[in-house]
């Protein structure tokens, strides 16, 4: 705050000092046990409730004084913008001291550094995350009433930064917030989009597509470094030149040079010990005005390079899993890469000028997914065309440095480009991957499968063919030390299906980390309710010591404490209902079952299994109201790559069936199906705390990890899920009783698909679920307009029913009955529901981010100097 408070602040605590004191000295020495690093982040923890003596007043002083300094307005004036605006103001005077000082310290000591370089960042708001990342939660909602606003509403005003499309990028999120809560020296790269994910409206129960422009009127969060700005070339041509001694010097002519702006967020640890940076590169055109163009009357010509320029980062790609080979893609890839690596070579450089020597021990890279893979070739042109090294060496230091994470085994997710394209737009990179391609081919590719051409022609980087292809998975796997799945099952498929002999060639190589989610975010700040009621039973430092949930645990079967979890869940429910009535005009009794479905509109995912699933619940109640089922109310959030035509009609389709579902009196609102429009991080916090089921029912070995499965189990959501991906073992942990598992297994579904699966099948042997595909035929649901729903079945039958869920209907059908009865069984089910609060330790990304340290980035944590 003002700086008498900061003084105040570090003089005042004598017992977080003496904590400090301790973990510094112990942070000095040098070569310590993994053990040993927990017990210190253990011992590290400072509860931020007590670490910052902000008194209301002086918060509310702080806030009013912004409203006049960085709002030019005042308290009578101000808008809930202005009042948001000044709040995150004030929050930032205690931030950004703390990122100088995290970076001064990881300076000072040198320290060993994660890089997580990924195109996506699904964060979503930042005041509330970070008000109760520093503990001034209750402060700052104290100070917004008594100057007689809402805290809520000024928080609501904050739009959501969704520089990410869904799963991949929230992880992303929660990853970069657990290193900055356990001190990890580590930083994030990404890129700074102009528009991020799009907005999404239904009209007639069709989606639209708005563009998301959330630095309209400006961001508090991120601060522009013009002093870390970088040049990146693109296109051009390669000369190749002799030495005075021979050898062979690559210079590369580029055609264009793209400057990359960086812009910095600040990444608030749990305690506010560390806060960490996220860093998003900005394109921009490297001279910003051509002005002999624009003084000879071409204004308009002298602005067509900028416009090309600052297309880089204009739009976050909208498609999820799938990837469209665009031009502007590859650039946009290069581009952020480049910029990142160039910032990582800066700040070695810094500490060690021109001695490589210690490259590889302070720097590691993630790679999130395939997406920035090209990093491997662009480092390796700087170690070589730049530093002047050898290939060996240079491709030593490589494979020291970049680890890749796989998110996907579906084939169309794995990228390739055009070698035609990598060519035009990036000549010397294409020149190495050769060079990489054909040393690993005719070295250790052809010691382990000497003269097998299936097996390296397999396994290169280049895919023959008309269009010759470069495979960005195999150029991943090549140039890394490790390579990670995402769950259990999907670390074996990696290994067995996906690359089975690169893992034999390499096999310490590959491993697991299963993905987690951050408990601050995901419990302690969008569900108060619940978070209080566990500080009641666990110790305070829950939020970074999840185990310590598990003390609710003995209470699972106690009245009183059944009764004030359920009740929590009751208000929570109340609270959603007023969102969905806001949000679709909708009335849903909260005392009926929320069965929620909220992810990526995705086949493989089954929204239109949940959805056949309702039409015969429908047709059950038509047939017999008095079908014994608790009220049931089903919501779905899902956004749909707007090239994604049959995503598109599914969406449509339960929208045309919520329709007439919620206005059939004869069923007397045992139904009611919503699908809430935009699905974001924001309204994922509104709706995740009042889910009674949590619908995560992808086929068998499709869903590589997910973590929404985790948001909401921890909120304490049944799951009704197949055995895939983190759903096995969220099975695991919380006891086969508390989760309700349905359907073929991985092994089955191979099966099925190798027997030469037919859902003919089922729909002649099944008379509900035939009644049900038929229904799509008719203009039940779209009155007047007969077949309108027709693409969801032909996509089941005729197209041969790709994610089987014919063959899972009656299972999850079944399933559901079972779920119907437990939620009838209060006692149970309020047991179940807290089974799984308790025992979702697992799922905590703090936990993730400690196997990565210990199985693949060996950092350090360090405790920031007060
Ligand atoms: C967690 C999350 C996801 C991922 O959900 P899955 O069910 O794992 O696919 C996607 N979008 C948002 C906004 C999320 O918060």
């Known amino acids: ?62 806030i009013v004084k912004h409203l006049h300094v960085t709002q030019g307005t005042d308290q009578n004036k101000a808008n809930e913008k202005a009042w948001f605006n000044a709040t995150a103001a004030a929050v930032n005077e205690i931030i950004f001291e703390r990122v100088t000082k995290t970076q001064k310290t990881h300076f000072n000591k040198d320290t060993r550094a994660v890089h997580y370089l990924s195109l996506e960042f699904l964060m979503g708001r930042l005041l509330k995350n970070n008000m109760c990342n520093i503990g001034l939660m209750e402060t700052a909602a104290a100070a917004l009433t008594e100057l007689g606003q809402d805290f809520h509403a000024v928080a609501e005003e904050e739009p959501d930064l969704a520089l990410g499309n869904g799963g991949l990028g929230r992880l992303a999120a929660c990853f970069i917030d657990s290193l900055a809560t356990l001190q990890y020296p580590a930083i994030g790269y990404g890129i700074h989009y102009e528009h991020g994910l799009f907005n999404q409206t239904f009209q007639d129960g069709r989606q639209f597509e708005r563009p998301d422009s959330w630095r309209e009127y400006g961001n508090p969060w991120e601060i522009c470094r013009p002093e870390s700005v970088q040049e990146i070339p693109v296109y051009g041509y390669v000369e190749t030149k002799y030495t005075d001694e021979g050898k062979v010097q690559k210079e590369w002519h580029p055609g264009r040079i793209i400057k990359g702006v960086p812009w910095d967020i600040p990444v608030v640890g749990y305690g506010a010990t560390t806060v960490n940076v996220l860093r998003l590169w900005e394109s921009r055109a490297s001279d910003f005005f051509n002005w002999d163009v624009f003084n000879a009357g071409g204004y308009l010509d002298s602005q067509v390079e900028n416009v090309q320029a600052e297309t880089i980062s204009k739009v976050l790609y909208p498609n999820d899993e799938t990837d469209q080979g665009k031009e502007l893609r590859l650039i946009q890839q290069y581009f952020f890469c480049a910029c990142s690596i160039k910032d990582i070579v800066r700040r070695y450089k810094r500490a060690h000028g021109e001695d490589w020597s210690q490259f590889v ?71 190495i991957i050769y060079e990489i391609n054909s040393r690993f081919l005719n070295g250790i590719c052809d010691q382990f499968f000497p003269g097998d051409d299936a097996i390296k022609s397999k396994l290169s980087i280049i895919q023959e063919g008309n269009e010759k292809m470069v495979r960005m998975g195999n150029l991943a796997v090549i140039g890394s030390f490790k390579v990670n799945g995402v769950a259990q099952v999907h670390s074996a498929l990696v290994k067995s299906d996906l690359f089975p002999e690169f893992n034999e060639i390499w096999q310490d190589k590959f491993t697991n980390v299963t993905n987690g989610v951050t408990p601050r975010r995901w419990l302690k700040s969008c569900n108060p309710r619940l978070s209080n009621l566990i500080s009641e039973y666990a110790d305070k430092d829950w939020p970074v010591n999840q185990d310590k949930i598990r003390a609710i645990e003995s209470l699972a079967d106690n009245a009183k404490f059944q009764k004030r979890y359920m009740d929590i869940k009751h208000e929570n429910k109340v609270d959603l209902a007023e969102v969905i009535k806001d949000l679709t005009g909708v009335e849903v009794d909260p ?19 949940n959805l056949i699933h309702i039409m015969a619940l429908y047709r059950r109640l038509l047939q017999n109201p008095d079908y014994p089922m608790p009220k049931r109310v089903f919501i779905f959030g899902a956004k749909a790559a707007p090239g994604y035509y049959l995503a598109k009609e599914i969406i449509y389709a339960i929208n045309k069936v919520a329709d007439r579902i919620n206005n059939d009196s004869r069923i007397k609102d045992k139904l009611k199906v919503v699908f809430l429009p935009n699905y974001r991080v924001s309204l994922a916090e509104k709706m995740i705390p009042a889910a009674d089921v949590s619908e995560q029912i992808s086929t068998a070995g499709k869903e590589a990890s997910g973590t929404g499965n985790m948001k909401l189990a921890l909120n304490g959501a049944i799951t009704v899920g197949t055995l895939d991906g983190a759903n096995i073992e969220i099975a695991e942990e919380a006891g086969e009783d508390n989760v309700v598992i349905f359907g073929l297994t991985v092994d089955e579904v191979k099966k099925a698909k190798a027997d030469g699966y037919n859902p003919w099948d089922y729909y002649y042997g099944n008379e509900e679920l ?13 009155p007047g307009k007969p077949g309108e729903l027709a693409a969801v079945k032909r996509s089941l039958l005729d197209d041969g029913d790709a994610y089987l869920c014919l063959a899972d209907y009656e299972s999850y059908s079944e399933a559901h009955k079972k779920v119907d009865v437990l939620f009838n069984d209060k006692k149970t089910w309020a047991r179940m529901a807290i089974m799984n609060t308790a025992r979702m330790a697992k799922f905590n990304s703090d936990r993730s981010i400690q196997d990565y340290v210990d199985n693949i980035w060996k950092l350090e944590a360090f405790s920031v100097v007060e």
């Open 591 to 609: 005392t009926a079952l929320f069965d929620i479905q909220i992810k990526r509109l995705h086949e493989y995912k089954r929204q239109q299994l």
């Open 770 to 782: 035939k009644a049900v595909l038929d229904w799509f035929d008719t203009d039940y649901f779209t």
């Open 1 to 62: 705050m003002t700086t008498t408070t900061t003084k105040t602040r570090r003089t005042a605590k004598a017992t977080a000092k003496k904590t400090v004191t301790k973990k510094s000295t112990a942070a000095k020495t040098t070569k310590k046990t993994v053990e040993a690093i927990k017990t210190i982040s253990n011992a590290t923890f400072v509860d931020p409730n007590e670490r910052f003596d902000i008194s209301t007043e002086e918060l509310k002083d702080s």
């Open 361 to 431: 021990e302070q720097v590691v890279v993630q790679l999130n997914d395939t997406h920035p893979v090209v990093a491997i070739p662009e480092l390796m042109r700087i170690l070589i065309d730049r530093a002047g090294m050898e290939w060996d060496q240079a491709w030593d230091i490589c494979q020291g440095v970049f680890a890749y994470t796989n998110h996907t085994l579906l084939p169309e997710a794995l990228e390739k480009w055009s070698v035609r394209l990598f060519e035009k737009v990036l000549p010397r990179h294409l020149e």
